[in-house]
């Protein structure tokens, strides 16, 4: 008697694995795909974030934070370039900027201290601007900082730029470039400093930054995280405005 010959099982596993793969673009792959195609020209030119994990903006932004950045607040830009397609404004001072450096590449996040045509002169942490001193107004510790600065002696300050007031802070401890200048900013070029001054690379290091550098503004806190309490949520700053 003959044994029965067993069915080959090539075929049909061959047609269970094309089922897997076509549900798989259709279920997660091409979904994925097409939010893809729409989110990330939307960050790129219209609406972004940026996360900020160092202390060069403190008290404004401290470190756990992520920023809304208006990619609109300046110029319309092609998507993933920096080439503009239409422009309506320019920075101005004491505006919070988000911008590619021109040390490394990266995107860092400054305040506009001087705009084309500005001179800026430091003189022992008091900034002038074309000649005149900046306004500067005492201020208490400011709460959520990223750590105990105390021993530091910080001095914390409300600084009147562009008649916008906003808080810096100063670390006489550190070594730290307190008296430049004067400098007068180039056409194009923009002066621009973190907040923590004594703890910011920035244009006194790095000279003024392109305008064609300059990626949006950053206007809100969207999320801020303290890595210090096991990444206990600073509920108190979320969605705050930056001033």
Not at 4 to 26: D, H, T, V
Not at 45 to 58: F, L, N, R
Not at 220 to 240: A, E, K, M, Y
Request: with cysteine.
């Amino acid at each position: 008697m003959n044994s029965p010959i067993p069915e080959n099982p090539g075929p049909s596993r061959e047609r269970s694995l094309n089922r897997f793969i076509g549900a798989l673009w259709r279920e997660w792959i091409c979904p994925v795909l097409v939010v893809a195609a729409l989110v990330l020209p939307f960050k790129s030119a219209i609406a972004d974030w940026e996360y900020v994990p160092t202390g060069s903006m403190e008290p404004t932004i401290v470190p756990v934070e992520l920023v809304f950045v208006n990619r609109l607040a300046y110029d319309l830009k092609i998507p993933f370039t920096t080439r503009h397609l239409m422009t309506w404004g320019d920075p101005k001072r004491g505006d919070i900027v988000v911008f590619y450096s021109p040390v490394n590449g990266e995107r860092w996040i400054k305040r506009v201290i001087g705009v084309p045509g500005d001179v800026v002169s430091m003189n022992q942490e008091r900034l002038s601007i074309n000649g005149t001193p900046v306004d500067y107004a005492p201020l208490r510790l400011p709460t959520g900082l990223s750590g105990d600065f105390s021993n530091q002696n910080a001095v914390f300050a409300e600084e009147q730029l562009g008649g916008r007031p906003h808080p810096i802070m100063v670390l006489p401890q550190r070594s730290a470039l307190r008296t430049f200048g004067p400098v007068r900013v180039p056409a194009e070029k923009y002066f621009l400093m973190g907040d923590s001054r004594d703890n910011s690379e920035d244009s006194r290091y790095i000279g003024c930054v392109d305008r064609s550098r300059i990626l949006g503004r950053a206007t809100d806190i969207i999320v801020s995280v303290d890595l210090d309490r096991w990444g206990q949520p600073r509920f108190g700053r979320f969605l705050s405005k930056l001033p």
